[in-house]
Nanobody, 118 residues
Framework: QVQLVESGGGLVQPGGSLRLSCAASVSIFSLYDMGWYRQAPGNQRELVAFITRGGRTNYADSVKGRFTISRDNAKDTVELQMNSLEPEDTAVYYC????????????WGQGTQVTVSS
């Protein structure tokens, strides 16, 4: 059974940093494009950062220069380093494994709360 398990969320002051991690139990992790999404109360879920099977990355304009996504195909993990956090970054962050490009399904993690507040 496929599982994506996020960790690393929590409460941080504005300007602080957090590192989110997602451990994936999918078959052949390297065949999935991986992403981090977030959803704040009252808002739609939005893409934060994306990394393709080949390592190409893409970021939401609101996090460019502050967040970095990376993946380790040997460990089946994807991480999101978040620096210079702002109150507007407060949301539940979800890990996503997108297998559509290789004829596979898409999976979501259960989410981890990130709260930026003084």
């Amino acid at each position: 059974q496929v599982q994506l398990v996020e960790s690393g969320g929590g409460l941080v002051q504005p300007g602080g940093s957090l590192r989110l991690s997602c451990a994936a139990s999918v078959s052949i992790f390297s065949l999935y494009d991986m992403g981090w999404y977030r959803q704040a109360p009252g808002n739609q879920r939005e893409l934060v950062a994306f990394i393709t099977r080949g390592g190409r990355t893409n970021y939401a304009d609101s996090v460019k220069g502050r967040f970095t996504i990376s993946r380790d195909n040997a460990k089946d993990t994807v991480e999101l380093q978040m620096n210079s956090l702002e109150p507007e970054d407060t949301a539940v962050y979800y890990c996503n494994a997108d297998g559509r490009a290789t004829g596979r399904f898409t999976y979501w993690g259960q989410g981890t709360q990130v709260t930026v507040s003084s």
